[in-house]
């Protein structure tokens, strides 16, 4: 889907047409927030739970669009645990570049091939320089 997807209707048409029992989403932290409103209505009137995963936050420690609603409105929240490299809970993600240091600066959502690794903050702080 895209960001002018409206997810409720395609979720409408989809159940009309066939037996649909759930809806997940996979990188949820790409929706707009329109769209979570779209699925918050899903489960509100359609009676489908709606599961979403994705990342809270981007490589700069800011929420995205989509993870900043979902958080609002979801109705239960499970985190599913990514250890960092030390062994404590990651909870933040850095974008490396071609020489495996921490990028600071780009946008948000980059379709450019990049590898991201999942670190606790205290490491996120120290590879993007914020200690």
Not at 1 to 20: A, S, V, W
Not at 34 to 58: E, F, K, M, N, S
Not at 82 to 102: F, P, V, Y
């Amino acid at each position: 889907f895209r960001g002018d997807t409206d997810l409720f209707t395609r979720i409408e048409t989809q159940k009309r047409e066939g037996p649909l029992h759930a809806i997940f989403i996979d990188e949820a932290q790409f929706l707009t927030k329109d769209q979570v409103w779209q699925l918050a209505r899903a489960g509100d009137q359609l009676g489908l739970p709606v599961l979403c995963y994705g990342l809270r936050t981007d490589f700069q420690g800011e929420l995205f669009e989509g993870s900043a609603a979902l958080l609002a409105l979801a109705d239960d929240l499970r985190e599913a645990r990514t250890i960092c490299h030390c062994g404590r809970k990651a909870t933040m993600t850095a974008r490396l570049d071609e020489q495996g240091e921490a990028l600071r600066e780009g946008d948000q959502v980059s379709v450019a091939k990049g590898k991201y690794v999942s670190l606790c903050r205290q490491h996120w702080e120290a590879a993007v320089g914020r200690c």
